[in-house]
Every structure is written in structure tokens, then in C-alpha cells.
């Protein structure tokens, strides 16, 4: 055999392949499955159409298919469930019947350490979400806000960025600097916030690495962005573990009043202490975790209000309104009270939420309400909660940015649920959660088991971040003729599409 008959013989065999894979879908199609996204390539399915821009492919199937389908992404059946039933459905699923791990724990693992979040039964990952509530609890956000604060006016002050009188920055770049230092100095302590300008920073980089789209599939690859993860995640621990040692050796330990203090003196639910390889990667965890979408968040407000100056000005008189000419030290009580810097947040949070689509593996059928069709355990099941904030029947005109569509108090509540919790609560380990909340249009910090614990201390975040800027620095866009920058679908979380600048300069009071 030749080896141009080899090849022929290979070619004629993936032709035949493709054209099995067309006919099937249609001439064959289950009707007892959601209907399949047509798509040429049998491994490659639609995974580049859904990559380039998820709300696009998913309005685009609702069209064709309703809010239940099937694509496949690198070969693996995903079925889309759009809209409040589809939230419900897989957000509220039961653990027998769905599984977070199996889809995440590759990804995280790498970068948080054994033993947590997603390298644990889902019962431990409940109970270390309840063992930082304390942490990130009202209480706790009253004090936060003074350091929040403290870490923006510094950084304004010292950044090479901002020592002149004005000019231009990428502030997708400044925004990723100012949500880790606050971060950082709020719930890390002392010691790792006063690392974070030199030792941890490149670890930090190295670790934020990890979360690259190929590491869903090959985490293990040993390409070079995998090695430094590796190696940052040992130093990272270690440097906590030296510090929890250190801690544990004082005869009197004061109250440190930081997240690492209080994992060290909590047990969990068994009764046990947690271990100090634990503490040190939850602490990891909680470094790493949230601070992309906070930095994606407060970029995406940035942007828009350069594109609307007027708006800027609008949120500096409303603090000079509501708290007085003299400006008076920003406190929790006074981010409550600026009415219209929290619905900039609301506003970004709807129409730019950092993550898109929310998947589950199947563990067990599961029929879908009122169809014919089940579910195999062979498929992931995809959840898009901020994707009833993009349509018009929720929100008028979704696509435009309006904080002022959050005026009406009605309007909001109707957005983000009444309060009333006439369907009940459940406790999944961590505090009563609303079961109604899951129906809510407004799900920017997703819902169910795996809601976002961290919801109440972002907002708080990012208020503190936005009302100091607004005390400190005006700006505007680069070119005021181009839109707002498209978003950048390509990388774990969504952000701005670079160049991401605006043009700024000193506020003189």
C-alpha cells in the first residue's frame, strides 16, 4: 500500500465521517434529546461560534431552537437551558444529579491547592463557604471600607501611572492592581498585603496564568505557563504556612481581625480544626477568586463613564449632596446612601457580568419539564444566569448602558426580586438562601449551592473603589467618536477588549 493510497484512504474516512455527522443531524435527529445546533465538524461542533461571542449564540439558537439545546464544545454535548426555568433547573439541581466539580476541579485545582473549593466534596466546599461568611458579613464590610479607601488614595498617590497631571492609562490594567491591593489589604493581613509589592506580585501573575481555557482539558500539559502555576502555587503556600506557623507560636496572639486569623481559630461542622495546608489555599482561593470580576466590573464602569463625563460630575455632586461640601471620610453607611453610584454598579453588573456561562455535569437523566426530552449523563449542562439581563422583555432596551433604568425602586425590585420569600429559604451549608431568588433576571452573581458568598463585600468593593476615584481624578475617552470597547471573549472571564484606555486627570478640589 502506497502511502498516497494511506492518505486517501484517511481522507476518504473523515469525509465520510462529516458527511454521517450532517446526515444525522438532519435526518436522524433523538427526538427524546433537546435538538443539536447544526454544525459541520463532528469534535469541533460549535465551539468557536459559541467562543467569538456566547450571548450572540445563544440568542441567535433561542431563535431557532427555544430556550433548551444542544452544541458541542470540543467534542463534549453541552445543553444550553436558558431563562428562569433554566436556572432553576440547573442552578437548583440536586448534587445526585449535577456536578461542579468534575467540570472545575481540573481547572482550580492546579491553582488553589488540595482540599478545597473544588478539590472536595461538595458538603467541605458548603462548609468553607460558611466559614468565611464571617469575614465577608456586614460587620466585617464596616471596617473593610476605611482600607478600601486607604489602598485607592495610595495607589493614585504613589502609581507611576498617575504622577503627572493627567494623561492616559489602560485601566483595565489600573483596575486589576487597585481590586487585588484592596482585596488584599482587607482580608489577606498585614503581612501578605505588604508582600504584594514585591515577593507575591510575580507569584500572584504566575497563578493568575492557570486560569487558561486550555487547562478545562489539559491541565496537566507541561507547557510553561503550567510549570511556573505549579511551582507559584508551592511557593504560595508556603508563605502562608510560614506565616500561620509564626502566628501559632505567639503566647498571647492578638486578635489580627483578618480572614487568616479567623480560619485559624474555626472548625469545621465535624467538630475538626482545619488544617493549615487548607487554611493556606482557601487563602489562595480567596486572593484569586473573585478578583477577576471585580477588576472587570470596575473597568467596565470606568469605560462607560468616560464615554459620559456629565455622568462623573453627576456622582461627585451626589456626594457632595448627600454627605456634605466637606467630603467626610467614606464610610458603609455612606456607599449605602449614594443612590446613584450603586446603580452604575447594578447597571455594569447586568449588562457586563464576568462570567457568562455557568456548567454542570450530568450525573443522572434528567427529564426536562414539560417535554419529552431527557438529559443523559454523556452531556454538560450550561447556565447563562446574567442572559435574562440582556433581554428586552427584563430590561428595555438591554443592550444600551442606563443606570438611570434602576431610578424607579419598583423597577428594581422587580429586577432583582421582591424580598418576599413566599416560596421558602434553603440552607445548602453556608446560610438560608431564597429559593424565588433564583428566578430573578438579575443574576450576576449566579445562584443556588454555588452563588457567590462574596456578593455584599464586591459591592461594597467597588462602590468604595468608584466614589474615591470620583474624589480624585476626573477622565474621559481616548477618541470621544468610537463606542465603548466590545468585550473579549476569548480568556476564562469577559472583560474589555484592549486597548481598554481613557484619558484623565487630577481632581482640584
Not at 221 to 246: E, G, W
Not at 371 to 378: G, K
Not at 471 to 489: G, S
Request: aromatic fraction near 10%.
Amino acid at each position: 500500500m502506497t502511502v498516497a493510497s494511506v492518505v486517501g484512504s484517511i481522507v476518504s474516512g473523515i469525509a465520510a465521517y462529516i458527511g454521517w455527522n450532517i446526515l444525522k443531524q438532519l435526518y436522524f435527529p433523538d427526538s427524546h434529546k433537546p435538538p443539536v445546533v447544526f454544525h459541520w465538524l463532528p469534535f469541533i461542533g460549535s465551539t468557536v461560534y459559541y467562543g467569538i461571542d456566547p450571548y450572540k449564540f445563544f440568542f441567535e439558537c433561542r431563535e431557532k431552537y427555544g430556550d433548551c439545546f444542544t452544541f458541542y464544545l470540543l467534542g463534549s454535548p453541552t445543553t444550553v437551558f436558558l431563562g428562569s426555568k433554566g436556572n432553576e433547573f440547573i442552578l437548583n439541581g440536586k448534587i445526585k444529579d449535577l456536578n461542579a466539580e468534575e467540570v472545575y476541579g481540573p481547572l482550580t485545582k492546579p491553582v488553589f491547592g488540595k482540599g478545597v473549593i473544588y478539590d472536595c466534596p461538595n458538603a467541605k466546599l458548603m462548609d468553607q463557604k460558611r466559614l468565611l461568611g464571617p469575614g465577608l458579613s456586614g460587620t466585617a464590610l464596616k471596617s473593610y471600607v476605611p482600607l478600601f479607601v486607604k489602598e485607592v488614595e495610595d495607589f493614585i498617590k504613589t502609581s507611576s501611572v498617575f504622577k503627572s497631571d493627567g494623561g492616559i492609562c489602560d485601566i483595565s490594567s489600573v483596575m486589576a492592581e487597585i481590586t487585588t491591593y484592596t482585596a488584599a489589604g482587607s482580608l489577606q493581613g498585614k503581612e501578605i498585603r505588604d508582600m504584594l509589592d514585591s515577593d507575591i506580585s510575580v507569584l500572584y501573575r504566575h497563578l493568575d496564568d492557570g486560569f487558561a481555557p486550555i487547562n478545562f482539558v489539559l491541565p496537566w500539559i507541561p507547557i510553561p505557563r503550567n510549570i511556573r502555576r505549579d511551582r507559584a502555587q508551592k511557593a504560595m503556600a508556603k508563605l502562608y504556612m510560614d506565616i500561620i506557623q509564626k502566628r501559632r507560636k505567639r503566647e498571647n496572639p492578638p486578635d489580627e481581625g483578618d480572614m487568616l486569623d479567623l480560619l485559624m481559630n474555626s472548625t469545621y461542622r465535624d467538630g475538626n480544626m482545619i488544617p493549615d495546608k487548607e487554611i493556606a489555599n482557601l487563602m489562595i482561593a480567596l486572593l484569586m477568586g473573585g478578583q477577576h470580576n471585580t477588576s472587570s466590573a470596575g473597568s467596565w464602569i470606568f469605560l462607560h463613564l468616560a464615554h459620559d463625563p456629565a455622568l462623573i460630575e453627576k456622582l461627585y455632586q451626589e456626594q457632595l449632596r448627600v454627605l456634605g461640601p466637606s467630603l467626610p471620610p467614606l464610610t458603609y453607611e455612606h456607599l449605602e446612601a449614594l443612590t446613584l453610584h450603586n446603580q452604575m454598579i447594578k447597571e455594569t453588573l447586568r449588562l457586563h457580568s464576568p462570567i457568562h456561562s455557568v456548567l454542570r455535569k450530568v450525573k443522572s437523566p434528567m427529564p426536562v419539564p414539560g417535554t419529552s426530552w431527557v438529559i443523559p449523563p454523556s452531556h454538560t449542562l450550561l447556565s447563562a444566569p446574567s442572559f435574562l439581563g440582556r433581554t428586552p422583555e427584563n430590561f428595555p432596551n438591554p443592550e444600551k448602558w442606563d443606570p438611570h433604568r434602576w431610578d424607579d425602586p419598583k423597577a428594581g425590585l422587580a429586577a432583582m426580586g421582591d424580598g418576599k420569600d413566599d416560596e421558602g429559604t434553603i440552607d445548602y451549608g453556608f446560610g438560608a438562601v431564597s429559593l424565588k431568588s433564583i428566578k430573578s433576571p438579575y443574576l450576576p452573581f449566579g445562584g443556588g449551592r454555588h452563588r457567590c458568598v462574596a456578593e455584599k463585600y464586591a459591592y461594597t468593593q467597588l462602590g468604595a473603589i468608584l466614589a474615591t476615584m470620583v474624589r480624585l481624578l476626573k477622565w474621559e475617552q481616548v477618541d470621544m467618536t468610537k463606542p465603548v470597547p466590545p468585550t473579549d471573549y476569548s480568556s476564562m472571564f469577559s472583560r474589555p477588549m484592549h486597548p481598554a484606555e481613557i484619558r484623565w486627570k487630577h481632581r482640584n478640589n
